[in-house]
């Protein structure tokens, strides 16, 4: 039997930018069909507005990707679909009720945070890997990603939340 083959923090940060490029085009996907469901034009606007920034995420990560010469390629990640199965169910549970638009908020936000550690590490390895070309490329999306939510945030608590505990 063959010795497995040693992993290094290269590997790891091979396997996590897969994982993200395939957890935004997930996400890129998700995004239209939460602006659609939402009951809210600022909501709508917010999703929207994330996508186009999505779509420039995944044009910074096959950057990344040209920088470690590999081809862009997604993995599997199960966090994410798990994520995005749960703003289905919110989407299908909540449809025309008070209280959709403030599980939208919480599924959208539980997306920016999976987004939010995984820049966070990549920017880790990558400054340890000495990938200098990638640092900035992935610190935008991440600043973006911090962004969106503090807007999600703001959304929540200025009218979200308000319009869905006024109807109790």
Not at 9 to 36: R, S, T, V
Not at 50 to 79: M, N, S, W, Y
Not at 105 to 121: C, D, F, L, N, P
Not at 127 to 155: C, F, H, M, S, Y
Request: hydrophobic share 40%; aromatic share 6%.
């Amino acid at each position: 039997m063959a010795a497995k083959k040693e992993k290094t923090l290269n590997d790891l940060f091979e396997d996590g930018l897969k994982d993200i490029y395939y957890a935004e085009k997930k996400i890129l996907a998700a995004l239209p069909k939460m602006a659609k469901a939402t009951q809210s034009d600022e909501l709508a606007s917010a999703f929207k507005q994330h996508q186009d920034e999505t779509e420039q995420q995944l044009e910074r990560l096959e950057e990344v990707f040209q920088a470690i010469d590999q081809q862009p390629k997604g993995k599997k990640c199960p966090g994410i679909e798990g994520i995005i199965e749960e703003g289905k169910e919110i989407i299908d549970q909540f449809k025309g009720m008070p209280a959709l638009d403030a599980g939208l908020v919480a599924a959208a936000q539980a997306v920016e945070h999976y987004e939010i550690t995984r820049y966070g590490s990549l920017i880790a390895w990558a400054n340890k890997l000495g990938l200098g070309d990638a640092v900035p490329l992935l610190k935008q999306n991440l600043d973006e990603e911090k962004r969106t939510d503090e807007r999600l945030t703001q959304l929540a608590e200025t009218t979200i939340n308000e319009y869905a505990q006024a109807a109790e």
